[in-house]
């Protein structure tokens, strides 16, 4: 049997004349995410809403549309014709539906269809009445209901009281895409989560170090994929073997500023990766002075040697409050297992926290940078992960 869900998009609604492209590749995102339950999901587009009819179990529908961006909420939907008398007995299924006992409501109606001869005030206090008549443990509560039944009339009445959270934002794609500086660390899957949420497409890149850092720290980014790709669908993940890399780099420089080394050799790679896959930007977890390499002076250091853009999502938040995004999205409990990767075993006791850009050069100045990139060019393996 065909369920009916209403679908709220939020931040769409203000796009002026760029609205229907973003709804188009919303529509597209929320095909896809049922797909595997339902072949035939019929999308019904209006202002500010898009109705979903699917066969899919419920379960299904809410799990898979609480992480497609640029979703506000989803609602399950009771539809009938205008006519005040179905209207009712909706609106007392739909609160039937609810935790009730004990607790107040308030019944708010739209009336787009002006045809409709009530108006909206009128329909709310008729269907409230009803409501009361029939459900003697409710109250009445119009300034904070615990339950708040929306009745909108359109074509036909539509009816819900249930709104679980979306993830808002916008659609996923609609940005363009950007490679992904991932580790095993709580922030860098944060700050793919935070771009992915403006509608920008990640491809991660992995930089691992066997046998100075093991197979399992590599799992464990493949896990970490998996939880992003449950908000995106597919993920390529590129794997560079970057062991040869690391040793150059820690023969030919000195050790305080292997770590600011190391990074600029990563951007490099990364942002050759992202031109061959049609990438326009870099993204990375740091957060400004939260270790030695992400304070002002490193991050300059770090961006000399970008062509495109890099973006830091995380570049203001503090420690915990990124602990606590990963945790909502699902990351957390996979970064926190004791797997290091390269930036972590690869840390000079002594980094230099504020390098000039002289300095930088000269500590580079022994390092083949063109023949250390077609190394890490030349070992790359490509991994799709599934969410």
Known sequence: MESLYLISFGEIALKGGNRPFFERILMQRIKQALRPYDENVRLQKTHGRIYCFTKAPREKVMNALKKVFGIVYISPVLSCENDLEQIKRAALEVVKGQKFEGKTFKVETRRPNKSFPLKSPEVSREVGAHILSNLGNLKVDVHNPQIRVDIEIREKAFVYCERVSGPGGLPLGCNGKAVLLLSGGIDSPV?????????????????????????????????????????????????????????????????????????????????????????????????????????????????????????????????????????????????????????????????????????????????????????????????????
């Open 191 to 387: 700050a793919a989560y935070m771009l992915m949420k403006r509608g920008v497409e990640i491809e991660p890149v992995y930089f691992h170090s066997f046998p100075f850092t093991s197979d399992r720290a590599k799992e464990k980014v493949i896990g970490l994929c998996r939880v992003l790709a449950g908000y995106s669908g597919q993920m390529r993940l590129h794997v560079v073997n970057f062991t040869e890399v690391l040793k150059q780099i820690s023969k030919d420089t000195p050790d305080e500023f292997l770590t600011i080394i190391m990074r600029r050799m990563m951007i490099r790679i990364a942002q050759e990766i992202a031109e061959n896959v049609g990438a326009r930007a870099l993204v990375t977890g740091e957060s400004l002075g939260q270790v030695a390499s992400q304070t002002m002076e490193a991050l300059v250091a770090t961006n000399e040697v970008a062509t495109m853009p890099i973006f830091r999502p995380l570049i203001g938040y503090d420690k915990i409050e990124i602990m606590d995004i990963a945790k909502e999205i699902g990351t957390y409990d996979i970064s926190i297992e004791p797997y290091a990767d390269c930036c972590t075993v690869f840390v000079p006791h002594h980094p230099k926290t504020r390098p000039d850009l002289l300095s930088v050069h000269k500590a580079e100045s022994g390092v083949d940078v063109k023949k250390l990139t077609e190394i890490g060019l030349a070992d790359i393996e490509i991994i799709d992960v599934q969410p």
